[in-house]
């Protein structure tokens, strides 16, 4: 028998598996989630004994792609098949659905989309809790352990406040009803006979989100938003969330600790109380010090403002008058004094005849400068004269014949320096020292 070649053998598996199984629904947990750049998505998906490979390629599932995450429960539906280039049997996913308890999951975001949509998370419409509220809701069951956890806490911190139960089934089929109708009957007090409560804390204990799931009911969340007294949510553990958590004025971790913020810390209360009173004290202490303070300035102010007093006052004013009249008056006397005398000094100074002698005085300075520059730039050329003289007799024609030389011209008087200038026949001009000597050149 021939044998295959390992791609006919993949070949041939990939046919049959398409054929025998085809395209079909499978359940189970996402793992090794691998997202492509290119928006591709690479997985696994699994359960408690196998795994099977899946790719879902972009665009292939539409908006629901977005729900392949590590660890979540899902439907897919696509075909089974071998990746040939590794042999490997594969799912090519063209559906993705929630599977198991992630069909809760996705009515949670579905509705928790529309109420924040409508504003119902916003945090402009939050209430404030009250600091020190005086009386309290509860919207529980009466019997669960969430109950007892919030009245320890009460009775603890703060033990004068009244506090009110519902008792209302918080789990099972048509439990969200009764919790909202909790919310409303603490909205209208005259229909329980009590006085309006300060703040509405509905919860209960941890579970799994089918247990939660009544505080997720769209009627709980319109109740909680509508209520006119502010209300805190505290809902299972400090991981849980749950849309009344969303939706109230605030969320608590915890039933315990949704009485905690509920109600201050009667310790902290009375110290609290105590500083007020010592503050209250010190300000009136410091009002009243104040008050004397500001009683005995307007006496004296009443004082200085008494007709006597002011009489007096405008006595020794008038005086004080009299006094810099006189001394600005003697001054001003001082301050012309000196100006005319001054101005006699100025009128002495710049009198006709002052003048012209400074001028004249002037006049004979710069003639005897000027006589100086002119007998001095004299005596320089003179100097330099004699020395130019000096170098003419030392360099000069006569002192160079005097030493032996002589200087030949022809008979246009051209000076004869080289032997190419002189001609056979030519008559020549010798200068000696004593005389002149005519020669002809043979």
């Not at 520059?373 to 003289?389: C, D, T, Y």
Request: glycine share 8%; charged share 25%; with cysteine.
């Amino acid at each position: 028998m021939e044998a295959l070649t390992v791609t006919q053998l993949v070949r041939k598996m990939k046919s049959a598996l398409q054929f025998e199984v085809g395209e079909v629904w499978v359940e189970g947990e996402v793992s090794n989630l691998r997202v492509q750049s290119s928006g591709h998505r690479y997985f696994s998906i699994k359960d408690a004994g196998s795994q099977l490979p899946c790719v879902l390629f972009r665009g292939r599932a539409g908006m629901n792609a977005e729900l392949i995450e590590n660890g979540r429960e899902v439907k897919l539906f696509g075909e089974i098949t071998i990746y040939e280039a590794m042999g490997r049997a594969q799912m090519i996913v063209t559906k993705v659905k929630i599977g198991g308890a992630g069909n809760l999951q996705a009515k949670f975001e579905e509705l928790k989309q529309k109420l924040n949509a409508e504003g119902l998370f916003s945090p402009e419409n939050k209430r404030p809790i009250p600091r020190f509220p005086r009386r309290i809701g509860l919207v529980t069951s009466a019997s669960g352990a969430a109950l007892q956890d919030m009245l320890n806490v009460f009775k603890r911190r703060a033990p004068w406040v009244e506090l009110f139960l519902i008792g209302v089934q918080v789990q099972g089929k048509g439990a969200e009803r009764g919790i909202a109708r909790a919310i409303d009957a603490f909205n209208d007090p005259d229909s329980l006979g009590i006085k309006p409560v300060d703040i509405i804390i509905t919860g209960r204990g941890g579970g799994s989100i089918e247990d939660l799931w009544n505080f997720n009911e769209e009627v709980v969340a319109r109740a909680i938003f509508d209520s006119v007294t502010p209300v805190i949510s505290a809902v299972g553990h400090e991981i849980d969330f749950t849309i009344a958590d969303f939706v109230a004025d605030e969320r608590a971790p915890t039933p315990s600790a949704a009485a905690e913020i509920a109600v201050p810390d009667g310790e902290a209360t009375l110290n609290f109380l105590q500083s007020s009173r010592e503050r209250s004290n010190q300000a009136v202490s410091r009002h009243l010090n104040q008050t004397v303070e500001k009683l005995s300035y307007l006496k004296e102010s009443l004082e200085r403002l008494s007709p006597a007093n002011m009489h007096l006052e405008r006595i020794q004013n008038l005086d004080d008058l009299k006094t810099s009249l006189e001394k600005s008056y003697i001054h001003a006397l001082i301050e012309k004094a000196t100006q005319m005398k001054e101005l006699r000094l100025s009128l002495s100074y710049n009198s006709p005849e002052k003048v012209l002698q400074r001028h004249e005085e002037t006049t004979n300075s710069l003639k005897r400068q000027l006589t100086n520059i002119v007998n001095a730039q004299l005596e320089q050329k003179k100097s330099k004269l004699l020395r130019l003289n000096d170098v003419l007799r030392t360099l000069g024609p006569d002192a160079t014949l005097s030493r032996g030389f002589s200087i030949t011209t022809n008979d246009a008087g051209e000076i004869i320096t080289s032997r190419d200038q002189a001609k056979s026949g030519q008559r020549i001009h010798t200068q000696l020292r004593d005389g002149e000597v005519a020669s002809i050149i043979e």
